[in-house]
């Protein structure tokens, strides 16, 4: 937690657990003043440790019954094909996440569907269009254990 200070890691475990905790409910928690509070919150944020606040939704209630991790392999590495890569996956709204990872894999990608059949599509769609890919390896997880964006501060 470098550059954090005890005050700075509360306010920023709080505001994990609730992105709409007002200031004047934050600083009473934290027995500080709203203005000190509020500038604690700013600088946080100018200095990029807080990037954004959002509302966490159930993707099955939404009806995104599947979830899969896709390995992908490249056989092009030049920034041409990288690039046409990168925009298309950053367009694709089922990527909830994506990274260059070791292994045997060049990426992994976390995708939601509505069901097998949606999947299905995306990857005859996406994934076998993306270029320079020349394997797809899915995982279906079949049972969610946990699934946090919280970071242990």
């Not at 550059?3 to 709409?20: P, S």
């Not at 993707?59 to 046409?84: I, W």
């Not at 999947?119 to 797809?136: C, E, H, M, N, T």
Request: aromatic share 6%; proline share 1%.
């Amino acid at each position: 937690m470098s550059g954090l200070d005890r005050v700075d890691a509360k306010i920023v475990q709080r505001m994990q657990k609730d992105g709409k905790l007002s200031n004047t409910k934050l600083a009473s928690e934290l027995a500080l003043s709203e203005t000190a509070c509020w500038r604690r919150l700013k600088r946080l944020e100018e200095e990029g440790v807080i990037i954004d606040y959002q509302a966490n939704l159930d993707r099955r209630k939404l009806g995104f019954g599947v979830m899969a991790f896709v390995q992908l392999t490249c056989n092009q590495h030049d920034a041409e094909t990288t690039e046409r890569f990168e925009r298309t996956i950053e367009q694709c709204d089922n990527v909830m996440a994506c990274h260059n990872t070791t292994g045997e894999a060049d990426f992994l990608l976390q995708v939601v569907a509505i069901d097998l059949d949606d999947y299905s599509r995306f990857v005859d769609q996406v994934l076998r269009k993306l270029p320079g890919v020349s394997a797809i390896s899915s995982n279906i997880s079949l049972r969610e254990l946990k699934s946090s964006t919280r970071l242990p501060v």
